[in-house]
């Protein structure tokens, strides 16, 4: 099996361009992470109001990670993170990539059509996490940037990190518009009446 | 000798912290068992990062998933076991503690649902149920948290004289509704009849069971491997991205009621988190998983 692709952060739009759905990536630089409804509509109010948020996000990889962080007297560290689901931010999620132009988001579970149309207009991507992936995903944090609006609880925050190899990851939404998600729910959907034939067949004794 | 308070407050930790460390071995072996069968690539290397996932975190001691959850207890108390506690509070005594002393820290994940602000304590927390063994001479506590992948997702509706199909075909369209969303390969408990509450326990206990069990009905053991093979053949696969592999296994459980029948399905992220001991009058602690 191939090895993942090893990608630089910011990522290029043609390097997001390249990445193909199923394909593996690992990623080094700068990204930002929260797991915050709330530390979501406040990146809302900054985009309304036209004010820049504490941490730039222009161009960003911006993950649905929570991590915990705490401030020592060396400043703030990072003892572990992890994805969460993504689809909750479904309807913040298209206006915050065409804003900012986010060329790299992720988390676990995906970003719904709309957000995938979001994407392929800033030429981003969705990149999946191993839910469940804390010791391996926490592995890949070089130091901590910034933590802003720290008054939320831990992964609420919007905290900035230096990674080195973080991954891999899953390419899910392509920058073309093209899904894993949507396509596997598309499949599935399909498929349900064949399936649930077979069951009837099954039950009845008569042989899958 | 007796099971005191600190007894149970003790156990209270223990089992939430085992359960956050270790996958159970039931679990890592049906991976790996995946792991062999799967036919697409990315499947593979997902289910190869995920047993890599448990071996480092038990190798470390430290978290499976950033995402503890909320404390969830189930109490069995045998009949003839010798006991001179207030188990409730002894419970939640041992979580504060927990919650205090505990590396690394956990996140604020208990959540007041009428403000959504979040800590570590609330009305009601830790979750506990209870129940009676007969003629047992230990109680036995099990332990599993709860967060999104082992909660969110389930479901519960109530049906008139339900065919096997009806029950079945709602079971499928549950999943399909969960879709990638719950950290799958996932353990699925399904609860029939019953009551309200009584289907939604059967559910949630069944989701218990150790994987490769076999159910000892007869027409549930057939319904099991029927449901089994229905929601691998929906194609969402390890986290979602597409396989072979959306459940390691599926556990029912029924109880009698009236015509009305409630149908409770309930879902364990891959992570399979629950830890389960008995603990003895004269202090003996027997780790079951």
Known sequence: MSDPRNIDLPMSREAAAELTLGEMVTLNGPIVVTAGIPTHERLMDCMRRGEAPPIDMRGAAFFHLGSYSRETEEGFEVLYMNPTTSTRFNPMMPDLIRHFGLRCVGGKGGLDAHCAAALKEVGGVYLSFLGGGAQIISDGIRRIRNVAWSDLVAHYRLVELEVEALGPLTVAIDAHGNSLYDQIAEEAALRRAAILERMNHARDGRGA | ?289
């Open chain 2, 1 to 289: 000798m007796t099971i005191r308070d600190a007894d149970i407050a003790q156990l209270t930790q223990d089992l939430y912290s085992w359960a956050l460390r270790k996958v159970p071995d039931d679990t890592k072996q049906a991976l790996a068992r995946a792991r062999g069968a799967e036919t697409s690539e990315t499947a593979r290397k997902t289910l190869d990062m995920m047993l890599k996932s448990a071996a480092l975190a038990e190798s470390r001691e430290s978290f499976v998933c950033s995402d503890a959850g909320v404390p969830d207890y189930l109490v069995k108390i045998g009949t003839k076991a010798d006991w001179d506690s207030n188990i409730r509070s002894a419970i939640r005594a041992g979580f504060a503690h927990l919650v205090d002393t505990i590396q690394p820290p956990l996140l604020k994940h208990v959540t007041n649902p009428l403000t959504n602000e979040r800590g570590y304590a609330g009305k009601d927390m830790p979750l506990v149920s209870f129940d009676l063994i007969e003629d047992a001479d230990y109680i036995e506590i099990t332990c599993s948290p709860k967060a999104l992948g082992s909660g969110r997702w389930a479901a519960m509706e109530l049906f008139t004289f339900p065919s096997l199909a009806t029950i079945e075909t709602f079971v499928i369209d549950t999943a399909i509704k969960a879709g990638s969303q719950h950290c799958p390969p996932v353990v699925m408990g399904i609860g029939i009849g019953g009551t309200f509450d009584y289907c939604a326990k059967l559910a949630k206990e069944a989701l218990l069971r150790p994987l490769g069990t076999i159910n000892p009905v007869p027409e549930l053991a057939a319904m099991e491997q029927r449901l089994y093979d229905a929601v691998n053949a929906l194609g969402y696969g390890p986290m979602g991205t597409g396989g072979d592999t959306t459940v390691l296994g599926v556990h029912v459980d029924f109880a009698s009621g009236h015509g009305y029948t409630p149908v409770a399905v309930a879902f364990n992220c891959w992570i399979n988190r629950r830890t389960r001991a008995r603990i003895y009058g004269d202090g003996r602690v027997d780790r079951q998983e």
